[in-house]
């Protein structure tokens, strides 16, 4: 094993308890953990100085990290990444909190997105964390788009889907835009957006873009290649990103960087810049990913863990996401069973009242 490339494999059994514990009890109590501790209940009869060697060797290697000279060692975002990796063990769901989570997809409420809202207060409460619910788009087949200019800086975007259903979204537009360039984007895509959903429309504007280049100016394309994005629903009442549980994080202890640092994380989700990167995480693997610190940059400003699942359509299609922002000492084999079983259960009820 190198610093470069720690690997639980080729750890001896000594270290491997030793980090192993160090972990699971900065997880349990957020605190530096002693070699004094460790010895207590050691599987081997070892004394304290040569647990700390133990320790100085992992600290060494990037597992390990002392916030100060004299105390315990807590682990590092890679030592936590490994231990996510090789030695997490993740447990059973809780009764209780498999009850909370039931009875909010199991209300009478017909609007999917008033459930989504309780499921995210539900997912919030049993976690002690923030919750992220990523709503599904309207997916119905679109029959006509029009821009529409307000003023130099905003303008209004009208979806009209074949189902009836209509749309109509305030945006900036970029730069340069008129009210001809506007009449020419939306020529062009009601041209192709016959038959395809929203969320397919991205890609068939991709390649036709670069096929048909010539046939649109460039101030036409320039609107094209950004209205999708802006499409994302940014009005209260069909918000696509439900964040809720803002304050299980600001109450946790910290000074005031800390918290400054959260406040960021809140106001950049609530003004929802970044709803597609945080649907692309959860599409680049199946099943529950686990975020720690700065992996991904869509949470490193503030020292957090993001827990995430995505949750499919009938046509095991991704369609939105299910989330747990926490510190990066959360509780994550309980975290990651919960989070499992909400996506399961969303994506169950989303094709049940499809």
Known sequence: MTAQSPNIDEMNARSREVFRRVVEGY????????????????SEQVSAATIRNVMQDLEYLGLLGSPHVSAGRIPTQLGLRLFVDGLLEVGDLDGQDREKIDRTVTSNNQDVTTVLDEVGQALSGVTHGASLVLTPKH?????????????ADRALVVLVFGDGHVENRVFTPPPGQTP?????????????????????????????????????????????????????????????????????????????????????????LERKRDIAQFLDLAEEGEGVRIFIGSENKLFSLSGSSLVVSPYMNADKKIIGAVGVIGPTRLNYGRIVPIVNYTAKLVGKMIVDRS
């Open 139 to 151: 997916e119905a087949p679109i029959r006509h788009i029009e821009f529409v200019s307000l003023s």
């Open 180 to 268: 001809s360039s506007m009449r020419e984007a939306a020529n062009f895509l009601n041209a192709i957006a016959a038959g395809h959903t929203l969320s397919d429309l991205s890609a068939v504007i991709s390649r036709e873009i670069k096929t048909r280049r010539q046939e649109i100016n460039a101030l036409a394309a320039e609107l094209v290649e950004n209205g999708v994005v802006l499409w994302e629903n940014e009005g209260e009442s069909t918000e696509r990103l439900i964040v809720r549980g803002r304050g299980n994080l600001l109450g946790e202890g910290g000074d005031e960087a800390d918290l400054a640092r959260i406040r960021t994380l809140f106001d950049d």
């Open 27 to 42: 997880l349990e109590s957020g605190a530096p953990v002693g070699s004094r501790s460790l010895t207590r209940d050691f």
